[in-house]
T-cell receptor, first 114, second 109 residues
Framework: ETGVTQSPTHLIKTRGQQVTLRCSSQ?????VSWYQQALGQGPQFIFQ???????GRGNFPPRFSGLQFPNYSSELNVNALELDDSALYLC?????????????FGSGTRLTVV | DAKTTQPPSMDCAEGRAANLPCNHS???????VYWYRQIHSQGPQYIIH???NNETNEMASLIITEDRKSSTLILPHATLRDTAVYYC??????????FGKGTTLSVSS
């Protein structure tokens, strides 16, 4: 059973640029969520995808967008990067519809905006 | 906002039981109690969840009070590797996890 893998592990971008982060869900999972974790804080929910449709969104602006693909992999796109976007970005997958299960998290992508 | 309240930090001696409390007085009937932990620089790790009955797995035990307004996560024999931030979360199955600040558990020898 493979876990959740994220790429890249670290990334440095300049303010105003755009970035794409990638996530491969755990095998058999149909739901993927993205979280932003600033230093010293708990993870903050960005959005969730179920069967390629967004089915929940946190308090993040539209410049944060995402995609889920038929193979349940996912992307997080952030446009017009700001310095405050510097954080650890976490992807989590789960299986909806087959009882209650927990989310499996990846190790995250550390994004630094300069 | 998180619907749970946890102490910011706790200490535990290696080999002893670690009992981590959580208050969730506004929990709804269809909401579960989940526990996750996050070891430094890693993604959160699922530990256990429950609805109203006590639960046990290979990692921990979860004790939920009869009124469901509080719970306790028990690590029966804490090791140094259990040093982490522990998050108690209540939510409906399949919905977003809303993390609070969690409890930083420090296990020492």
């Amino acid at each position: 059973e493979t876990g959740v893998t994220q790429s890249p592990t670290h990334l440095i971008k300049t303010r105003g640029q755009q970035v794409t982060l990638r996530c491969s869900s755990q095998s058999g999972h149909n739901t993927v969520s993205w979280y932003q974790q600033a230093l010293g804080q708990g993870p903050q929910f960005i959005f969730q995808y179920y069967r390629e449709e967004e089915n929940g969104r946190g308090n993040f602006p539209p410049r944060f967008s995402g995609l889920q693909f038929p193979n349940y992999s996912s992307e997080l796109n952030v446009n017009a990067l700001e310095l405050d976007d510097s954080a650890l970005y976490l992807c989590a997958s789960s299986l909806l519809g087959r009882g209650v299960v927990g989310y499996t998290f990846g190790s995250g992508t550390r994004l630094t905006v300069v | 906002d998180a619907k749970t309240t946890q102490p910011p930090s706790m200490d535990c001696a290696e080999g002893r039981a670690a009992n981590l409390p959580c208050n969730h007085s506004t929990i709804s009937g269809n909401e579960y109690v989940y526990w996750y932990r996050q070891i430094h620089s890693q993604g959160p790790q699922y530990i256990i969840h429950g609805l109203k009955n006590n639960e046990t797995n290979e990692m921990a035990s979860l004790i939920i009070t009869e009124d469901r307004k509080s719970s306790t996560l028990i690590l029966p024999h804490a090791t140094l590797r259990d040093t982490a931030v522990y998050y108690c979360i209540v939510n409906q199955a399949g919905t977003a996890l809303i993390f609070g600040k969690g409890t930083t558990l420090s296990v020492s020898s």
